[in-house]
């Protein structure tokens, strides 16, 4: 089972960011199968990895535009990506040494606040940078 599912109300409706978004919610996805089907740590590092550096592309995306844009609100967003990347970061280090049930305890609480983050953030925090950008021509 999909952990997020990919539908209409997490689409802001610019294009650029709902692609990216799409993208994160699809290597989520992957990762919560991989660690469902107890696959091996390498894999799940390696998707875990793939997440971290894809995450920070988009984070970067979102900043350039808010610089640009002169986004108000800029700063405390940004205080939200820094944690994220610092939290998911943390998860992966204590992942890769954790064993046995430690591991897919840790594993299954990563999930739970991917999960819980993302969708929040897409729906709360993003939703609040829409009327800008579509503003400033992005559509
Ligand atoms: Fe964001």
Known sequence: MELIQ??????????????????????????????????GAD??????????IYT??????EEKYFAQFDYADAAEHKLEHDALIEKVTAFADDLEKAQGSVRSALATEL??????????HMMDTDSKFVALFKERGLT
Do not use: P
Not at 43 to 51: F, P, R, T
């Open 56 to 61: 920070a592309t988009h984070f970067s995306m």
């Open 43 to 52: 894999v799940i590092g390696e998707i875990l990895d793939e997440l971290i």
């Open 111 to 120: 999930l739970q606040f991917l999960g819980i983050w993302w969708r929040y």
């Open 6 to 39: 990919w539908n209409d109300r997490l689409k802001l409706g610019i294009e650029v960011v709902d692609r990216q978004h799409e993208r994160l919610v699809e290597i989520i996805n992957r990762l919560n199968e991989a660690m469902t089907q107890g696959r």
